[in-house]
């Protein structure tokens, strides 16, 4: 069954694969199934055939036969259920596996992108300079733990999974930031990840999009 999934037409990032769609490129890469990609622009994301697919009106969407989902988290757990290679078999370690990936969106991340905005929407507020320190500490709030708790295996759970597909991607929007480096094992942690075929083919099926060289699209 064909899969097809929505990503933006043109990424406001011109291709750091820090848009949604690549981390359910990079769970499709990792379980080897062929996909299909729609382009989408900010103003047909907004029109009835793609809010009736994302009731937000985002990308990115996943559709197999008549199924159709949205949330990237929704999407990524429903890949590693459905195709082998993202959750462990045995139950208590797939609900582990589970547990990471809704800590990397609900408590990890939300930080994150409130130092997103913080930086690129509120950068001309006056009282910017004083908030950003804030922001940036209720990140570390984050980091620390998770630092301790991975120490210095190399995967959150044992094998590589969608728990660390999850964590990954949220981290891959601190790269810039800095804040990584003050937890190397972190760092280290993402760089482990970012080496990943899958992760590599997926970051590069997004890049080729938003540099024009996509012939598929
Ligand atoms: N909770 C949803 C999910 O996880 O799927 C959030 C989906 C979402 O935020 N989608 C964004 C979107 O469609 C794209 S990924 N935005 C358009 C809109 O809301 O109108 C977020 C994103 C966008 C751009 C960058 N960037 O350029 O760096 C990074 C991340």
């Not at 080496?195 to 024009?212: C, E, H, I, M």
Request: glycine residues 8%; charged residues 25%; without cysteine.
């Amino acid at each position: 069954m064909t899969i097809t999934i929505t990503a933006f037409e043109r990424s406001p990032d011109g291709g750091k694969g820090l848009a949604r769609d690549t981390r359910v490129r990079w769970a499709l890469e990792e379980v080897s199934q062929p996909y299909a990609v729609r382009l989408v622009s900010f103003r047909a994301m907004k029109e009835p055939a793609h809010l009736a697919l994302h009731p937000f009106g985002q990308i990115p969407t996943y559709e197999e036969g008549d199924l159709a989902l949205f949330e990237t988290g929704s999407i990524v757990l429903h890949i590693a259920e459905r195709y082998a290679g993202l959750l462990p078999h045995d139950a208590n370690a797939r609900a582990r596996a589970i547990t990471w990936m809704f800590a990397a969106l609900s408590t990890v991340e939300p930080p994150i992108l409130e130092l997103g905005s913080a930086k690129l929407l509120e950068s001309d507020k006056p009282w910017n300079e004083e908030r950003l320190p804030l922001v940036e500490d209720r990140v570390r709030g984050r980091l620390r733990p998770l630092s301790d708790r991975l120490g210095d295996a190399h995967w959150l759970d044992g094998a590589f999974g969608a728990g660390d597909l999850m964590m990954v991607s949220v981290l891959l929007r601190l790269k810039s930031s800095g804040i990584l480096d003050e937890f190397p094992n972190l760092a280290a942690y993402l760089a482990r990840g970012e080496a990943r075929p899958a992760y590599k083919r997926a970051f590069d099926a997004q890049l080729a999009v938003n540099t024009g060289k996509s012939r598929a699209g």
